[in-house]
């Protein structure tokens, strides 16, 4: 039987917390695979992208993630697909699962403890948003769940969304992305844009950029010089140098400083000094499809969530 988990069934088994855990554990474990995953891109004859990210794969879990996504940014929502949760020990297809839910929590969430671990602690803290969706939604609600901020600025291209999210996260909307980056000592980009929005002279010491928007050819959030002159974090060198943020920026994988993994293995001691700007900067990993999806398919086993189907009836 496989397991059919729509959004709402996906907002019912999972919380913040567990999934950061779960996504923290994973950045530890995760480059001990021998399979590396694997993220697939091609244009389409229509005005979107189609992706895929193969194989899922934890140490520990009996099972592995392959996820299908449409990307048409005019659309609403923007990306839509379907997650593939497979047996390890014969392939049964055990759930399918929405993929924007899961992509949305992993990305947002994965950022946040980048973010966290990166940015200069303090109570005092103003946390900037540029690009108001749902990857920004779960960014802020995990950083907070991370750490104390005292204030939130944000700036989106349609000021109505800008102001739902301000008055949601008790902040307050601004006219464009570098008065965001002057104002906050965090800045979190989630974009789609293609030009870069920020640049060095946007940035002052000590500040840290979190950019999701980089994860495929052609997109580009931060400059070239913002990026050089930062302690650079991603998730994977050679992706972000193939299709990330270093691609975009024309920086080869040297160029970064370090991975998240490393970070969290005390293989690199991240920021050393409070008055360099940092940046984390990254693509997206098959794994983290499987650490979530591993967690909700658990849970809804134990709370009945979804609908069970037999695809070979």
């Not at 895929?52 to 140490?59: K, R, T």
């Not at 844009?193 to 940035?203: I, K, N, Q, V, Y």
């Amino acid at each position: 039987m496989t397991r059919i988990l729509t959004r709402s069934d996906l907002l019912a088994a999972l919380d913040p917390e567990s999934c950061a855990a779960a996504l923290r554990d994973g950045f530890r474990r995760a480059d001990s695979v021998a399979v590396p995953g694997q993220r697939i891109r091609t244009d389409l004859p229509f005005p979107g992208t189609a992706t895929a990210l193969i194989p899922g794969l934890l140490p520990g879990i009996d099972a592995y993630t392959v996820k299908v996504n449409a990307k048409f940014p005019g659309a609403s929502p923007a990306l839509r697909g379907v997650i593939c949760l497979h047996s390890a020990r014969d392939g049964e297809l055990l759930g399918l699962l929405d993929s924007a839910t899961i992509t949305a929590w992993r990305t947002g969430l994965a950022a946040a403890l980048g973010t966290h671990l990166l940015a200069v602690p303090s109570d005092g803290t103003v946390v900037g948003v540029i690009g108001a969706g749902a990857q920004a939604e779960l960014m802020v609600r995990g950083l907070r769940s991370l750490r104390p901020f005292a204030g939130l600025v944000v700036y989106d291209t349609d000021p109505d969304r800008a102001a739902t999210f301000a008055s949601a996260h008790g902040g307050r909307a601004l006219a464009s992305a570098p008065e965001v980056a002057a104002a906050a000592d965090i800045v979190l980009l989630a974009t789609w844009s293609r030009t870069p929005l920020l640049g060095l002279a946007d940035a002052r010491p000590g500040q840290h950029f979190t950019t999701l928007g980089a994860d495929e050819p052609g997109k580009q959030e931060l400059a070239a010089d913002l990026l050089a002159s930062s302690l650079l974090v991603v998730d994977n060198r050679e992706l972000a140098a193939s299709m990330g943020a270093l691609a975009a920026a024309g920086l080869p994988a040297t160029a970064a400083d370090a991975t998240l993994g490393e970070i969290l293995r005390a293989e690199h001691p991240g920021r050393t000094d409070a008055s360099s700007a940092t940046v984390y900067a990254p693509v997206g990993l098959p794994w983290q499809d499987l650490a979530l999806s591993w967690l909700a398919y658990r849970q809804a086993e134990e709370q009945g969530l979804g609908t069970e189907i037999d695809l070979l009836a």
